[in-house]
């Protein structure tokens, strides 16, 4: 699997060296173990955590620039902020969970894999984003989920600095792009690319969203708990 996973990393221009290659795994073996008690992820054969987890986190690694930092909304079990991290010992990571389960989990991870400058936070983005230890202080916000874009751009807007990037990680859907342009304008944001692409060794389609900051998200949003889910911003 090994071999594998540096043939499928070098396909998105990216070489893993042996120190990477046994972090991932460690990751995967504490990933799997965990899982057995709390409910990290459904993905539990290791080709599927190759490829629809690590690889697919790493996707986003070439949009990420040098010594930048990075919050992740919505991490889960660490998704891709600790695969990027593993491969970029430059830049400095927020980790990001409404639910302490997962913190602890995260926790135990950048212990068990020793890296540098990355912490995992136990609030909701909507909290977060109100909080001046976070709010505009990152270069980049990422998130993969399954809630809608202009739900997302809520959630992650208030976290950028302006000329930061918000690399929103979705599945093939144009028609929601569309649907949250105005949103995203309110937000201070704008789409600056969308790249579609199919994960390598799969036929999943993937898209990769950019969102750039281009002036301060007004201080009434991110709404409280609940409402960016519950009333988008149409």
Same mark, same amino acid.
């Given at each position: 699997?090994?071999? &594998?996973f !540096?043939?499928? %990393?070098?396909?998105?221009? #990216? ?26 992820t @459904? ?6 955590? #190759? +490829? ?7 996707t986003? /690694?070439?949009?990420?620039?040098? =010594?930048?930092?990075?919050i992740?909304?919505?991490?889960? %079990? ?19 969970d409404?639910? /302490?389960k997962?913190?602890?989990f &995260?926790? /135990? +991870?950048?212990?068990?894999? =020793?890296?540098?400058? #990355?912490? @995992? ?9 109100? /909080?001046? $230890?976070?709010?505009?202080k990152?270069?980049?916000?990422? *998130?993969? %989920? +399954?809630?809608?874009?202009a739900?997302l751009?809520e959630?992650c807007?208030p976290?950028?600095k ?6 929103c990680? !979705?599945?093939n859907?144009?028609? $929601?792009i569309?649907?949250?342009?105005? *949103? ?5 944001? !704008? ?9 390598p ?5 993937r898209?990769?969203i ?5 002036k ?8 409280? *708990?609940?409402?960016?889910? !519950?009333?988008? #911003?149409?």
């Amino acid at each position: 699997m090994e071999i &594998l996973f !540096k043939e499928l %990393a070098s396909k998105i221009n #990216i070489e893993l060296n042996e120190n990477q290659i046994s972090n991932f795994f460690k990751y995967k073996n504490v990933l799997l173990e965990t899982n057995k008690y709390i409910n990290l992820t @459904a993905i539990t054969e290791e080709r599927d955590i #190759i +490829v629809k987890h690590f690889i697919d986190s790493l996707t986003i /690694n070439k949009y990420i620039t040098q =010594n930048s930092s990075l919050i992740d909304v919505g991490t889960g %079990a660490g998704f891709p902020g600790i695969p990027i991290k593993i491969i970029r010992e430059d830049i400095n990571v927020v980790l990001i969970d409404s639910l /302490n389960k997962r913190i602890n989990f &995260l926790n /135990n +991870v950048t212990k068990e894999l =020793n890296l540098k400058n #990355i912490k @995992a936070v136990h609030s909701r983005a909507e909290d977060a984003g109100q /909080n001046k $230890e976070f709010r505009e202080k990152f270069d980049f916000v990422t *998130a993969r %989920a +399954v809630s809608n874009l202009a739900t997302l751009s809520e959630l992650c807007l208030p976290f950028l600095k302006v000329n930061g990037i918000f690399i929103c990680m !979705k599945g093939n859907s144009v028609e $929601e792009i569309e649907n949250a342009e105005k *949103a995203i304008s309110i937000l201070g944001g !704008k789409i600056i690319s969308v790249e579609k692409f199919v994960l390598p060794d799969s036929n999943i389609e993937r898209n990769i969203i950019l969102i750039k900051k281009i002036k301060e998200t007004p201080s009434k949003y991110p709404r409280k *708990a609940g409402l960016p889910s !519950k009333q988008p #911003i149409q």
